[in-house]
C-alpha cells in the first residue's frame, strides 16, 4: 500500500517482546522479579528467605491481559498510569512480554555456587563436602 507521497506503508504485529527481566520491569512499569509482588506470571506475595524473594510454589492466581490492565494488584505496578508498551492495542501484557530466566533463576544461583559454602568467591575453586 502507497501513501501519496509515495512510501510504501508496511504493516506488522508484534508476537513477543524479548527483554531481561530488568529491561522487562522499566518498560512495562512494574517492580522487579526481586521484590514481593514482582512475579509476572500470578498474584501472589513474596517471603524474604535468607536475602531472596522465594514464590510459593502452590497454586495461586495467574496473571492475565485484564488484571494486569486493571491494576488488580497494585503493589506489582511502579505506577497507575499506563506504561508505553500497554498502549500497543492487542497486546497480551502476560502472554507476549517474556520472562527471562536468566535475571529469574540463573544469575542468582551461579552467584552463589561460584561463592560456596562459606559464601564468598575467591576465584579460586571451591571444595564441598557430599
Known amino acids: 500500500m502507497k501513501r501519496g507521497d509515495g512510501a510504501k ?3 506488522f504485529s508484534i508476537r513477543l ?3 531481561d527481566r530488568p529491561a522487562t520491569c522499566k518498560v512495562s512499569s512494574v517492580v522487579s522479579q ?3 509482588h514482582g512475579c509476572p506470571n ?3 506475595v513474596g ?3 535468607n536475602q531472596v524473594t522465594v514464590y510459593s510454589t502452590t497454586a495461586c492466581t495467574p496473571r492475565d491481559d485484564h488484571s494486569f490492565r486493571s491494576r488488580s494488584d497494585p503493589d506489582h505496578h511502579k505506577v497507575q498510569t499506563k506504561s508505553g ?3 500497543i492495542e492487542g497486546l497480551d501484557m502476560v502472554d507476549q512480554v517474556g520472562v527471562d530466566p536468566m535475571h529469574t ?3 542468582g544461583v551461579t552467584k552463589r555456587i561460584l561463592e560456596g559454602p562459606d559464601g564468598v568467591y575467591d576465584g579460586g575453586p571451591k571444595e ?3
Do not use: T
Request: aromatic share 8%; hydrophobic share 35%; proline share 0%.
Open 42 to 44: 500470578c498474584v501472589q
Open 105 to 107: 533463576c540463573h544469575h
Open 9 to 11: 506503508r508496511v504493516e
Open 85 to 87: 508498551i500497554e498502549k
Open 17 to 19: 517482546f524479548i527483554c
Open 128 to 130: 564441598f563436602d557430599h
Open 34 to 36: 526481586v521484590s514481593k
Open 47 to 49: 517471603q524474604r528467605v
